[in-house]
């Protein structure tokens, strides 16, 4: 099984960046998914996540309203698009899928998935 997490970069507050994250090997698919991040010296935090059967998406308070996910089943790839970036959206971000369904109650922490990608470096300066 293999993530790859692309499309970090460099941005100034208010700007925009589109993460990508493909999937490859052997994984049945990314409907139990999430996104987290860790910046310098601090744990990895939880960003966003959605599980098979489920309609809801479940949103760190931090993030919400400013960032949106969506699938390409097609291309095995989410996508997580950040929008209104500030600066403490500085971070390197991670994807993560889990091939059984999540129970609701773990879905926020980083130990509940089983499958990592390697990260992508998100900067948004001031």
């Known amino acids: 099984v293999q993530l790859q997490a692309s499309g970090g970069g460099l941005v100034q507050a208010g700007g925009s960046l589109r993460l990508s994250c493909a999937a490859s090997?052997?994984?049945?698919?990314?409907?139990?998914l999430a996104w987290f991040r860790q910046a310098p010296g601090k744990e990895r935090e939880f960003v966003v996540a959605f599980r098979v059967g489920d309609s809801n998406t479940y949103w760190a308070d931090s993030v919400k309203g400013r960032f949106t996910i969506s699938r390409d089943m097609a291309k095995n790839t989410v996508h997580l698009q950040m929008d209104s970036l500030k600066p403490e959206d500085t971070a390197v971000y991670y994807c993560a899928v889990k091939n059984n369904r999540p129970i609701s109650s773990a879905i926020r922490s980083a130990g509940t998935w089983d499958y990592w990608g390697q990260g992508t470096q998100v900067t948004v300066s001031s």
């Open positions: 090997g052997r994984i049945f698919s990314l409907s139990n």
